[in-house]
């Protein structure tokens, strides 16, 4: 559990997972609240980033060594999610198999396991203790919504890092683990909605028309996957990029996104008499936390 409690923490956060892929101009990884626009991948990222240096700062003060985590850049960082519709971004990167490949790798290599490993027991219990608190530290829970409950543990300089950010950790704990689950709500919802099945439909027509027959953008992107472990190889990767090329192209042409994404405001808009409070809350602190990391670290590259 320790071991890979550290290998969590002293990574970076490299968005790969949620949200559309064309993401730096707006990332809907949270609802708007209050007309307040949902943060970009590049402004994410940057929150990231401030709080690996606030965490370095705070061991270092500690007396220990810290490296900030290897960054991919910010083209490399663009989320990916459900629609892939950057036909210039598939083009370069297919679906992302090689930065996946080359995240691993430094997260792999980070300097800071191999540190940590190096020092004493006792030393190295001490280390534990100033990044996270250690294994005596307090642990808060929330129920998310669709049932069950995730916990944290709330000590260390991680924890200075969050307040520093987010103002109360406690809260905002909460509300990212509200926000972020209610994805389990409404993407269900929005897969089986009438006019986003159309779309997606029209996309499949579209993508045999190019050779390729998938059902849906998950089915194509599934079958990239599955062939992730070669993409070192020339022939393997430029099949990956033809496919997400293809992917891309329908998904822009049946206007794939745009649709996905206002039936997900729609279903969302539907869960707010509920969860409201919570998602205006991650918003607001997710833009607090914004103006204090531009105080911290300049933009990704």
């Not at 629609?83 to 997260?107: E, F, I, M, P, T």
Request: aromatic share 6%; proline share 4%; glycine share 8%.
């Amino acid at each position: 559990m320790r071991k890979a409690v550290i290998s969590l923490l002293l990574v970076s956060a490299v968005i790969t997972g949620c949200g559309s892929a064309q993401r730096t101009s707006q990332s809907t990884a949270s609802p708007p609240a209050g007309g307040a626009q949902p943060l970009t991948d590049a402004e994410q990222l940057r929150i990231s980033d401030a709080q690996q240096r606030l965490i370095g700062t705070c061991m270092k003060r500690q007396g220990f060594e810290f490296w900030e985590a290897e960054r991919l850049s910010l083209e490399e960082s663009r989320t990916l999610g459900y629609v892939l519709d950057d036909v210039g971004w598939a083009r370069k990167y297919g679906y992302g198999s090689r930065l996946r490949a080359k995240d691993a790798a430094a997260r792999a290599s980070n300097p800071n396991l191999a540190y940590r490993k190096s020092l004493s027991e006792q030393r190295r219990q001490t280390y534990d203790k100033a990044l996270d608190g250690g294994v005596d530290v307090p642990v808060i829970a929330v129920e998310i919504p669709g049932g069950g409950t995730v916990r944290k543990q709330m000590g260390g300089c991680v924890a200075e890092s969050e307040k520093k950010l987010y103002g109360d950790p406690r809260e905002w704990f909460r509300a990212e683990k509200t926000a972020g689950h209610l994805r389990s709500l409404y993407v269900p919802r929005v897969l089986t909605d009438q006019r986003f099945s159309a779309a997606q439909k029209a996309w499949s027509r579209c993508m045999k028309k190019a050779g390729y027959v998938y059902k849906d953008p998950g089915a194509s992107r599934q079958s990239a996957i599955a062939q992730s472990d070669r993409a070192a190889e020339p022939k393997v990767f430029e099949a990956e990029r033809e496919l997400a090329v293809a992917d891309a192209t329908c998904a822009r042409d049946t206007d794939l996104r745009p649709i996905g994404e206002e039936r997900e405001s729609h279903y969302i808009a539907q869960l707010r008499d509920r969860y409201g409070e919570a998602l205006d809350t991650h918003s607001r602190v997710q833009h607090q936390a914004l103006d204090r990391a531009k105080k911290t670290v300049g933009p990704r590259a």
